[in-house]
């Protein structure tokens, strides 16, 4: 069973823009915080940003000022709109859900920006 599908990844030119999504099955209850990471080939994986369920937004310093996240919590999904992309913004994007008990991933979805 799937619990946590990603979706809106792409390939986008250096500049443009690119919005995920991430839904989390509606089992999951308790939900405390949703996010993105990411991976690059060669490199570890890392917190993208985050949001918790009263809406309190974390994000890495590369991505300050170009991504935001958002969240629904009725519908346990969360966004992250992506604005002036840039080739080192190029990875797997995972959705990560954090309940009261467990914490869940996605399959992840390619993000690549050309130059």
């Known amino acids: 069973q799937v619990l946590v599908v990603e979706s809106g990844g792409g390939l986008v030119q250096a500049g443009g823009s690119l919005r995920l999504s991430c839904t989390a099955s509606e089992s999951i209850v308790s939900i405390n915080s949703m996010g993105w990471f990411r991976q690059a080939p060669g490199k570890q994986r890392e917190l993208v940003a985050s949001?918790?369920?009263?809406?309190?937004?974390d994000y890495a310093d590369s991505v300050k000022g170009r991504f935001t996240i958002s969240g629904d919590n009725a519908k346990n999904t969360v966004y992250l709109q992506m604005n002036s992309l840039k080739p080192e913004d190029t990875a797997v994007y995972y959705c990560?859900?954090?309940?009261?008990?467990?914490?869940?991933w996605g399959q992840g979805t390619q993000v690549t920006v050309s130059s």
């Open positions: 949001i918790t369920s009263n809406d309190s937004t």
């Open positions: 990560n859900t954090r309940s009261r008990w467990f914490t869940y």
